[in-house]
């Protein structure tokens, strides 16, 4: 390609008008069909804009992929906010993602260097904590704390977080913490102890077709120009979000028909567009969190899917797998970490469903033990095409 038909290709037409919109850390103006739960946050919540004391609240929201768990919780921190601001309320907002901190020393000293410009080292997390809170106090500010997939943190370190206030005491701990992770893996950390510091436990369910289709022809409206999308294409794709009860499906369908409508040169969506791209979606891989990987845990999980390529068992061992770690490693110029350190992205891979692993004893060995590895909800031929793709954004060819 030369340069005027690299420029020739800026010129085409797009069906987008805002492309962002169809991202998934978009928060839209406007959050349908999870009004209940957005008033059960503002009753749960409230007492800190409308009391001096200004008292600690914890929550969780519970559900399944794809209910708009992560979307209802940023929408209601955004809104939660610009209504202090209205009261006179210093309220700060920050979100965490455990995929991409993992333990809560991460998270509070992430906190420190933001709010006191320190790195934290030499303190303990409950020193740094009280540096945080003290910072808080002394500004009159207050924090709400947003943790999605909690469940990555260990029992004791969540219990920690909800234990704030008994611990600095209620006058000095000017935060609360809105937790958000799936039911299935929350019940994997639950404790008496860490359910007797939640305040409310808010549940969600899948959408139905109707509440499907009302979210998906807004963000249509926001993504894609006039006419682009008909009432049969939002039809069929609120269909297979109700099929597979998962609204990052039919968001990611949108997105993918979009590209594609671009690339054939069209100026709408058509069915076929729409059944190419839902092939291409696995509603249950999660793609979201494969893309927040670090680069070591991406070049394991690419190490395990060739070797899963290469073979004609549905599984893989640690041995083949880092084989083919150490090739991809020395194709993009990065120095391969010990075997040791392999095995421990593997462990960090099946912690976060990205695989699944188990030690197995071989028949032919008296003591001999091997872990097996494979993939979860997605064949491997698929997850290389997608880890091409992080590749290049990340790592470049």
Same mark, same amino acid.
């Given at each position: 390609m030369d340069e005027d038909e690299f420029r020739k290709q800026f010129g085409r037409k797009s069906v987008f008008r805002h492309f962002s919109s169809l991202d998934l850390t978009f928060v839209p103006e406007k959050l349908y069909c999870?009004?209940?739960?957005?008033?059960?946050?503002?009753?749960?919540?409230?007492?800190?804009?409308?009391?001096?004391?200004?008292?600690?609240?914890?929550?969780?929201? @519970?559900?399944?992929?794809?209910?708009?768990?992560?979307?209802?919780?940023?929408?209601?921190?955004?809104?939660?906010?610009?209504?202090?601001? +209205?009261?006179?309320?210093?309220?700060?907002?920050?979100?965490?993602?455990?995929?991409?901190?993992?333990?809560?020393?991460?998270?509070? #000293?992430?906190? @420190?260097?933001?709010?006191?410009?320190?790195?934290?080292?030499?303190?303990?997390?409950?020193?740094?904590?009280?540096? /945080?809170?003290?910072?808080?106090?002394?500004?009159?500010?207050?924090?709400? @704390? /947003?943790?999605?997939? /909690?469940?990555?943190?260990?029992?004791? +370190?969540?219990?920690?977080?909800?234990?704030?206030?008994?611990? *600095?005491?209620?006058?000095?701990?000017?935060?609360?913490?809105?937790?958000?992770?799936?039911?299935?893996?929350?019940?994997?950390?639950?404790?008496? #102890?860490?359910?007797?510091?939640?305040?409310?436990?808010?549940? *969600?369910?899948?959408?139905?077709?109707?509440?499907?289709?009302?979210?998906?022809?807004?963000?249509?409206?926001?993504?894609?120009? +006039?006419?682009?999308i008909d009432d049969e294409i939002l039809n069929m794709v609120s269909q297979i979000v109700t099929e597979h009860k998962n609204m990052r499906h039919g968001i990611e369908i949108l997105r993918k028909s979009g590209l594609h409508s671009d690339k054939e040169g069209l100026d709408r969506i058509t069915p076929d567009a729409i059944r190419e791209a839902s092939n291409e979606v696995y509603p249950t891989f999660r793609g979201e969190i494969v893309d927040q990987l670090n680069e070591q845990e991406l070049l394991a999980l690419y190490g395990i899917t060739r070797s899963l390529m290469n073979t004609d068992d549905p599984f893989t061992i640690v041995d083949d797998a880092y084989e083919e770690y150490q090739t991809i490693c020395e194709t993009y110029s990065i120095e391969p970490h010990v075997k040791m350190s392999f095995r421990k992205y593997v462990r960090q891979l099946n912690d976060i469903s990205v695989i699944s692993s188990k030690t197995v004893r071989i028949e032919e060995a008296e003591r001999g033990r091997h872990l097996e590895i494979t993939l979860l909800d997605i064949t491997a031929p698929k997850l290389e095409e997608f880890l091409i793709d992080i590749f290049d954004r990340k790592f470049g060819t």
């Amino acid at each position: 390609m030369d340069e005027d038909e690299f420029r020739k290709q800026f010129g085409r037409k797009s069906v987008f008008r805002h492309f962002s919109s169809l991202d998934l850390t978009f928060v839209p103006e406007k959050l349908y069909c999870r009004d209940k739960a957005i008033k059960d946050l503002i009753f749960s919540f409230r007492r800190i804009v409308d009391e001096e004391e200004q008292p600690s609240v914890n929550c969780l929201i @519970l559900g399944k992929a794809g209910v708009g768990k992560t979307v209802t919780a940023r929408y209601f921190g955004k809104n939660f906010r610009n209504i202090a601001i +209205e009261k006179d309320v210093n309220i700060f907002v920050e979100y965490y993602n455990c995929i991409n901190f993992r333990s809560k020393s991460k998270i509070i #000293r992430e906190l @420190l260097a933001k709010y006191t410009h320190g790195s934290g080292r030499g303190f303990s997390d409950d020193e740094a904590l009280k540096l /945080i809170l003290t910072k808080l106090v002394r500004e009159k500010g207050y924090m709400l @704390l /947003i943790i999605d997939e /909690i469940h990555l943190l260990k029992s004791d +370190e969540i219990l920690a977080f909800l234990d704030i206030a008994e611990t *600095f005491g209620h006058q000095n701990a000017k935060l609360s913490i809105l937790l958000i992770s799936r039911i299935r893996d929350w019940m994997n950390v639950e404790t008496e #102890r860490i359910l007797s510091r939640i305040n409310d436990k808010i549940k *969600f369910n899948p959408y139905d077709f109707d509440e499907s289709k009302q979210i998906l022809q807004y963000r249509s409206e926001l993504a894609f120009k +006039e006419y682009v999308i008909d009432d049969e294409i939002l039809n069929m794709v609120s269909q297979i979000v109700t099929e597979h009860k998962n609204m990052r499906h039919g968001i990611e369908i949108l997105r993918k028909s979009g590209l594609h409508s671009d690339k054939e040169g069209l100026d709408r969506i058509t069915p076929d567009a729409i059944r190419e791209a839902s092939n291409e979606v696995y509603p249950t891989f999660r793609g979201e969190i494969v893309d927040q990987l670090n680069e070591q845990e991406l070049l394991a999980l690419y190490g395990i899917t060739r070797s899963l390529m290469n073979t004609d068992d549905p599984f893989t061992i640690v041995d083949d797998a880092y084989e083919e770690y150490q090739t991809i490693c020395e194709t993009y110029s990065i120095e391969p970490h010990v075997k040791m350190s392999f095995r421990k992205y593997v462990r960090q891979l099946n912690d976060i469903s990205v695989i699944s692993s188990k030690t197995v004893r071989i028949e032919e060995a008296e003591r001999g033990r091997h872990l097996e590895i494979t993939l979860l909800d997605i064949t491997a031929p698929k997850l290389e095409e997608f880890l091409i793709d992080i590749f290049d954004r990340k790592f470049g060819t």
